[in-house]
């Protein structure tokens, strides 16, 4: 795979822009800006919401170096890859937001590489999409509303802070319900609850016993959400990249080759895209040729059972946005 090179005062300055952009993005991603569901909510007591279409933050490397050699790093735990598959670095891609938009959603399950799709438990296919994910091999999660800073609305049936256990209990079911099959879930929104110890107990008391991993996307710099998850025996990992958090080709070209080089470095990475025309378009041509460079796509799930990484969290002298940033 060919090297790129970076002048050296860049690592410098990439980082304080980024660690400005995480700040930002984490404030945008659950504000967002808002577009009409063009499916009903269907649950009890449903009605008609808008979506936030997300925005999105990275949360490690934001530019792209182009010396590999002199691109200093923090240091990172040891990593066993998933095996059986190559040896190639691997790529965990999830597609948030499955079912908020029917054309682009089924587009995205169109994907040709092994991908995770992460479907909103309150919309209206949501079932559908679930049998249409199975169907396709691939594998299902449950992108599982919960509460924001801010007033950002997560929409109908979110987990919040303060809910009993028997009300997140039955959230949980619920959302199973509609997405029946998941292996996993991940948190759409949630920059307050997943800074909330209290809460992240309760959630993770109750899911211990329902067979799910849980995927930290990472919506707040200071997450607690992944090591939570593990503390109650909960296969746990946290996104490292968002693909899309400006809706541009050439911003979401460059993180696509984010995630080349911190697959290369660490020898995987997670990587968080929606279901975008820009987004898409540029997965559509970049999959086949990170394929063909030696690059492995698994599906979240795959890789946790198979490498059990423990969750790696910042140091209390890292800044989001750095190299090695927040988990």
């Known amino acids: 795979m060919p090297r790129r090179s970076i002048n050296s005062a860049m690592p410098i300055l990439a980082g304080s822009i980024a660690a400005m952009a995480f700040a930002m993005g984490a ?53 066993t890859t998933a095996t059986g598959r190559g040896d190639g670095p691997v790529i965990i891609l999830v597609m948030d937001d499955i079912g908020a938009e029917e054309a682009r959603s089924m587009r995205a399950l169109d994907l040709p590489a092994d991908i995770s799709f992460a479907i909103l438990p309150n919309t209206e296919l949501a079932p559908e999409f679930a049998v249409a994910v199975r169907g396709r091999g691939r594998e299902a999660l449950i992108h599982m509303p919960m509460q924001p800073q801010g007033d950002g609305d997560p929409g109908p049936n979110a987990l919040m802070a303060g809910q009993s256990e028997d009300q997140v209990r039955s959230v949980l079911e619920w959302a199973i319900s509609r997405v029946p099959g998941a292996r996993g879930f991940n948190n759409h929104m949630g920059s307050a609850l997943t800074l909330d110890v209290a809460a992240m107990d309760v959630l993770f008391t109750q899911a211990e016993t329902l067979g799910l991993y849980f995927l930290d996307s990472v919506t707040a710099p200071q997450s607690i959400a992944a090591e939570m998850a593990e503390n109650h025996g909960i296969l746990a990992a946290s996104r490292d990249i968002f693909i899309d958090h400006v809706n541009e080709l050439d911003a979401i070209e460059a993180q696509l080759r984010a995630i080349e080089f911190e697959a290369e470095t660490r020898g995987h990475a997670i990587a968080i895209g929606h279901p975008r025309d820009l987004t898409l378009q540029a997965l559509e041509a970049w999959i086949p040729q990170a394929e063909a460079d030696g690059f492995r796509f698994v599906t979240l799930g795959d890789w946790l059972a198979e490498t059990r990484e423990p969750v790696r969290l910042a140091s209390s002298g890292e800044a989001p946005g750095f190299p090695g940033g927040s988990d």
């Open 27 to 79: 404030i945008a991603h659950d504000a967002g800006y808002r577009r009409g569901l063009s499916l009903a909510v269907e649950i009890a007591e449903a009605e008609r919401i808008e979506a936030p279409v997300f925005t999105g933050l990275p949360t490690r490397d934001v530019f792209e170096p182009t010396d590999r050699e002199t691109f200093t790093r923090l240091a990172e735990p040891a990593v």
